[in-house]
């Protein structure tokens, strides 16, 4: 049975990273997945190109490319919906905030397993923020600190949620996963996935990351709340 979560068509891929070994090992275990890995791009400019040409549904991103760096890449696609897992061997602070306010979804270092590798793209393609361990902290803590200057005007009313949307949406903005979530509130990750994917439509946001700094911006987070 195919690792990827999707009864459809295959989740379409592009892999991005300037060193051939490491990019074709990725793309062949995510083909091997069940995943359809549509084009490969050896540096920014080719990342930008193919992931405009072909649309995937995820483009895994490596940050030092030659051309244009991984940020670089996220601002030139835009308004594609086409969602970007940042996949680098830096795990460094600036390296990942700069990622994640350019648009990527979610960033693993390269230590990660093949099985959290292609585990983390599947809930890329569902919209989730897959951080490796320590990193969804920070990235929520420097949310936290632009809350006072959020992207999403705080002042905005949010449509009428249901009461489990409003649930879900704050426990998303503590940082739960969809399985962390659907434990606390004793329902299956499915129909997690099911409030978030709602709430995004009903917010007109696109992921999880967005989702969360919205969430955080209305000050959900807080026990208050």
Same mark, same amino acid.
């Given at each position: 049975?195919?690792?990827?979560?999707?009864?459809?068509?295959?989740?379409?891929?592009?892999?991005?990273?300037?060193?051939?070994?490491?990019?074709?090992?990725?793309?062949?275990?995510?083909?091997?997945?069940?995943?359809?890995?549509?084009?490969?791009?050896?540096?920014?400019?080719?990342?930008?190109?193919?992931?405009?040409?072909?649309?995937?549904?995820?483009?895994?991103?490596?940050?030092?490319?030659?051309?244009?760096?991984?940020?670089? +890449?996220?601002? #030139?696609?835009? $308004?594609?919906? *086409?969602?970007? @897992? !940042?996949? =680098? %061997?830096?795990? /460094? &602070?600036?390296? +990942?905030?700069? #990622?994640?306010? $350019?648009?990527? *979804?979610?960033? @693993? !270092?390269? =230590? %990660?397993?093949? /099985? &959290?590798?292609?585990?983390?793209?599947?809930?890329? $393609?569902?919209?989730?923020?897959?951080?490796?361990?320590?990193?969804?902290?920070?990235?929520?803590?420097?949310?936290?600190?632009?809350?006072?200057?959020?992207?999403?005007?705080?002042?905005?009313?949010?449509?009428?949620?249901?009461?489990?949307?409003?649930?879900?949406?704050?426990?998303?903005?503590?940082?739960?996963?969809?399985?962390?979530?659907?434990?606390?509130?004793?329902?299956?990750?499915?129909?997690?996935?099911?409030?978030?994917?709602?709430?995004?439509?009903?917010?007109?946001?696109?992921?999880?990351?967005?989702?969360?700094?919205?969430?955080?911006?209305?000050?959900?987070?807080?026990?208050?709340?």
């Amino acid at each position: 049975m195919s690792e990827q979560d999707t009864a459809a068509a295959p989740v379409t891929v592009v892999v991005a990273d300037d060193h051939p070994l490491w990019r074709d090992a990725v793309a062949a275990d995510l083909s091997d997945a069940g995943y359809s890995v549509v084009a490969t791009a050896d540096d920014g400019p080719s990342a930008v190109n193919r992931t405009r040409a072909t649309r995937p549904r995820v483009l895994v991103l490596d940050l030092n490319l030659p051309g244009l760096r991984g940020h670089e +890449v996220c601002q #030139a696609l835009g $308004a594609l919906e *086409t969602r970007v @897992l !940042v996949l =680098s %061997a830096s795990g /460094e &602070q600036q390296d +990942v905030l700069e #990622a994640v306010k $350019a648009g990527a *979804t979610g960033y @693993l !270092v390269k =230590s %990660a397993t093949r /099985e &959290q590798i292609v585990a983390a793209v599947g809930a890329t $393609a569902r919209g989730e923020a897959v951080f490796t361990p320590g990193l969804a902290g920070l990235v929520l803590g420097e949310f936290r600190k632009m809350s006072t200057q959020p992207s999403v005007d705080p002042s905005r009313p949010i449509p009428e949620l249901t009461e489990r949307e409003t649930e879900v949406l704050r426990l998303v903005a503590t940082g739960m996963s969809s399985k962390e979530i659907a434990a606390e509130l004793f329902i299956s990750h499915r129909t997690v996935q099911n409030h978030v994917q709602n709430t995004l439509g009903k917010l007109q946001l696109h992921n999880r990351v967005e989702l969360a700094r919205f969430a955080i911006a209305k000050g959900l987070d807080t026990p208050e709340a």
